[in-house]
């Protein structure tokens, strides 16, 4: 089991940047860490996701040239780096765990634990 804890949303202006972070404890050695969101009345979405080593990324489309995944193994940390942001962007951030051994993947399916969440709010 892999126990996740959001930390670092908050209420930006459009255009604004802010800084997520996810502790990880528990049984976190080769797991792949992603970030989805959730706005009110809609499904769950992929965000980004970082391999074990931190070697390999994704992110979805929506967010590819503004969000950054990074990760820091020593701390057992995974962060999302949000510039420009916009309205839309406006969801809960969940922090997800896969299983060992798996890729950067954006489906939710593969995400075993997952955080209480943070919310993300972006005045226009």
Do not use: H
Request: proline fraction near 3%; charge should be positive; aromatic fraction near 10%.
């Amino acid at each position: 089991q892999v126990y996740l804890v959001e930390s670092g949303g908050g209420l930006v202006q459009a255009g604004g940047s802010l800084r997520l972070a996810c502790a990880a404890s528990g049984r976190t050695c080769g797991v792949s860490m992603g970030w989805f969101r959730q706005a009110p009345g809609q499904e769950r979405d992929f965000v980004a996701a970082v391999t074990w080593a931190g070697g390999r990324t994704s992110y979805a489309d929506s967010v590819k040239d503004r969000f950054i995944i990074s990760r820091d193994s020593a701390k057992n940390t995974v962060y999302l780096l949000m510039t420009g942001l916009q309205p839309e962007d406006t969801a809960v951030y969940y922090c997800a765990a896969t299983t060992p051994w798996r890729t950067a993947s954006p489906n939710r399916s593969e995400y075993t634990s997952w955080g209480q969440g943070t919310q993300v709010t972006v005045s226009s």
